[in-house]
């Protein structure tokens, strides 16, 4: 008997709460997956996001806003690395002995594909969640396909003939945007269905941010995203209800949407779900409380201590007062305003209709960034000029605790050395004297931060002319001598060469620290993109002992 079926079925009879990730919030890459399923055990389901046949790249940033605390909005549009990709690693863990349900949400836009995704899945989930409900996805994807009795019960006679023996339970996640969720329901628990999962995000629609009165997500590509978090709860109890009556107690139910409290929960079990999606609201915890939080859901106890309060989506306005060309290839802006930003935190730009991007703060006093041509975000930066207003969000991270040494060593490669003059100016704080090392392509008059940097020790810039990573050569045993501590910041390779250059030079990894700027996507912990070495950067901070890398084979 296949164990979620032992799990659930006639849960919702039972009122033994069940809980879950859902796809596409925190639980999406697989090292994130490992993790949750380590460090919450009251975790009883983990969803990954929609994976398709292919690679796709959904929409331009901004994917994810809030205009209210508690309420989101999301405009990711199935992002995702494709079966391939992600296969061998969902194997990996899967083999390890994993202690949770494993729900694999798939995507496609065509009985065919779906039926690939079923055949390559099915062998290490438990579950096999068919997309039928994305609201902001491309035509013929999600709600194009759940929207309708008919077109949703097809796909599913589809994929049972041609998949008649199966390991996982196939289950049908359905939109809220209908008026007979009851009737797809019962259509494709007719047409070979185990189950369905409601609901998806409600939507789409417009999400105007009150400060800049812009439309946050991109106009070109449609501008509306689905809502969810505390908004959509009311709509996801009636789809619970709707669907349960229609579809008798045999079938299982997975319930979702706007859950944020133990009362949330049970309202949801009692609606008639054998299970409680939880989603948008882990945005808005710590990771140290995941467990503690699942716990007191199972427990019905209060939640709020554990919740972050505010709404940390919320835009600010800046005006540019300067912006400049330095070292051949990036732009430094000096914005108004201020962010008591500290080395490990970082914040978004934002440029209606334009985009977003996170980037280090390089500067609080007066506020500065520095922008390195990378694509059409970036190339537009290159175009600010002093009058230009542009937006803020954040900070993210938090901040890497500095202890004090003899000395200090800090070296930067590329855009990487907008980190340092934080570093330095906490370093100052504590009286230790510094050495910095920047590395750059090319040798230019006036180099990135340069002033900046000179005022807090020796400050070399060194050019690779042709063999990068020039600058290491610059360290030697005497530059690390006695109790030094080191941070570096640049790309992935040049950090790993640093920190294996220094240890060969006597440094202990303990001391080296090295900033992990992964993408994410949100910022707030919601997307779950920047997972790095057990942790994810944009809650915990962006600087790692090398040591912490190491363990868990980071660079290997």
């Given amino acids: 008997m296949n164990r979620a079926w ?34 919450v055990p009251s975790c009883d389901i983990i969803t990954t996001k929609s994976y398709q046949v292919v690679r796709t790249f959904g929409h331009r940033e901004p994917v994810i806003c809030s205009v209210k605390e508690g309420d989101f909005g999301n405009f990711v549009g199935l992002r995702n690395p494709g079966m391939d990709a992600v296969y061998p690693a969902l194997e990996k863990i899967r083999s390890g002995g994993f202690r949770p349900i494993l729900n694999i949400s798939l995507s496609a836009n065509e009985p065919q594909n779906f039926i690939t995704l079923v ?24 709600a194009s396909i759940g929207s309708d009795a008919v077109i949703a019960a097809d796909y599913v006679r589809q994929i049972c003939e041609a998949v008649p ?34 609901i998806n995000t409600v939507g789409p629609l417009k999400h105007v941010d009150p400060v800049s009165g812009c439309t946050i997500f991109s ?6 995203g689905g809502a969810s978090g505390e908004w959509v709860k009311k709509r996801a109890l009636e789809c619970v209800k709707e669907i349960r009556l229609a579809i008798g107690d045999e079938p299982i139910l997975l319930g979702m949407g706007g859950v944020s409290t133990a009362a949330d929960a049970r309202n949801m079990i009692d609606a008639g779900a054998d299970s409680v999606g939880i989603g948008s609201v882990l945005s808005r915890l710590p990771m140290a409380a995941y467990e503690p939080y699942f716990a007191a859901l199972k427990n019905d106890e209060d939640v709020s201590g554990y919740l972050i309060p505010g709404n940390p989506l919320a835009y600010r306005k800046h005006t540019v007062l300067s912006a400049k060309t330095v070292g051949g290839d990036m732009r430094e802006l000096t914005l108004s305003g201020e962010l008591e930003c500290l080395p490990g935190q970082f914040a978004f730009l934002w440029i209606p209709q334009v985009g977003e991007k996170p980037f280090s703060v390089a500067g609080n006093r007066p506020l500065k960034f520095l922008i390195k041509k990378r694509g059409p975000f970036t190339e537009h930066c290159f175009g600010l000029k002093a009058g230009d207003v542009v937006y803020t969000r954040g900070l993210y ?43 750059v392509v090319e040798g230019h008059d006036e180099e990135p931060l340069q002033a900046d940097l000179e005022a807090y020790g020796e400050t070399l810039y060194v050019a690779d002319d042709g063999k990068p990573g020039r600058v290491l050569d610059t360290i030697r045993e005497e530059t690390v001598c006695g109790n030094t501590r080191v941070y ?45 070495a057990g942790r994810l950067p944009c809650k915990e901070g962006t600087f790692y002992r090398y040591d912490e890398l190491t363990e868990h084979g980071e660079f290997l």
């Fill in 165 to 198: 023996e199966r390991n996982a339970l196939l289950i049908v996640k359905l939109t809220p945007n209908v008026t007979n969720i009851g009737e797809i329901a019962r259509a494709v628990i007719a047409a070979g269905a185990d189950g369905v999962a409601a």
């Fill in 219 to 224: 106009e070109a590509e449609g501008g509306k």
């Fill in 397 to 439: 991270g938090k901040p890497m605790h500095i202890v004090p040494s003899e000395k200090a060593l800090l070296i930067a490669g590329g855009s990487g050395v907008a980190v340092l003059p934080l570093i330095a100016q906490e370093l100052q704080k504590l009286h230790v004297p510094m050495t910095i090392r920047v590395g």
């Fill in 488 to 532: 570096i910041v640049g790309p992935g390779k040049m950090m790993e060469l640093a920190a294996k250059k220094l240890v060969s030079l006597g440094v202990p990894e303990s001391k080296l620290a090295l900033s992990m700027e992964k993408l994410t996507l949100c910022g707030i912990g919601m997307c779950g993109e920047c997972f790095c």
């Fill in 6 to 39: 032992k799990l659930l079925h006639h849960n919702h009879l039972r009122g033994q709460m069940i809980l879950s990730t859902v796809s596409g919030i925190l639980t999406t890459e697989p090292g994130m997956i490992a993790y949750f399923a380590d460090a």
């Fill in 119 to 142: 055949k390559k899945f099915d062998a290490i989930a438990d579950i096999l969640e068919l997309n039928f409900s994305c609201p902001h996805a491309q035509a013929g994807f999600g």
